[in-house]
């Protein structure tokens, strides 16, 4: 027979109840101070890790392109310099175009580079000499104008050489005499993509042959108006005639 008093579990006293709750308490505040700390979407430190080495090796990689980069800068630079002392140094100017699409080659608009020593022997700023062909077309003289272009043509269609002799007015309104040379690129098909060349002034040369065509002439002018025996000697006293 049970005994009235007994009972199958004693019940947990107060002080029991209240350090179960502390603990609980106690355990709800750290998991929310670790969560309070933890930033939203923040990663495992494996996964950290593996963000920050790929971070270093992009800064790498950029690092060296830019190297790269500031290389190949340098280097152009100093093939300019080069080619502006070597372009200086010469009586020649170099010019370079391409036809826009749906136009004709010989549109005034057709864009062109012209070099500073080109601008330069016709005595213009760069800022007073704009990059289109209409610009150094402008200046041909009139009597030389169809021939230059002619031979352009003749060039680009029939790929004859390209070398004329022509008369361009400077700033100053005069003519001086150039020769003319270029070559022109074409694609796969045959079709004309670009044309470059230098111009070259001749006036000097072209002065001298007409003095002496004019001393031919006159000399031949004597010669046939006169019955006598004519002799001509050079500087040094040799029979020239």
Known sequence: ?????????????????????LGDVTLSLRQSEETKHQKPGESEPSDLRSQLKKALQSNVDLKKHLADSRQQVEILTKQLKRYDIAAQGSREGFWEGHPLPNKPW????????????FIALLGFEEDEFP???????????????????????AHIEDHVPYEVESRLRTKQGEYRWFKGKGEAIFDSEGKFLRGA?????????????E???????????????????????????HYVL
């Open 131 to 153: 990059p289109v062909l209409g610009t150094w077309a402008s200046l041909i003289h009139p009597e030389d104008r169809d021939r230059v272009f002619a031979a352009m043509a």
């Open 211 to 237: 003095g002496l065509r004019k001393k031919q002439s006159l000399l031949m002018a004597v010669v046939e108006g006169t019955g006598d025996v004519l002799f001509v000697k050079d500087g040094e006293g």
């Open 197 to 209: 060349g230098t111009i070259r002034d001749i006036t000097d040369q072209k002065i001298a042959e």
């Open 106 to 117: 010989n549109s005034p608009e057709t864009p062109a580079w012209y070099s500073p020593q």
């Open 1 to 21: 027979m049970e005994h009235p008093h007994s009972a199958k579990s004693a019940p947990p006293s107060d002080e029991e109840i209240r350090r179960e709750q």
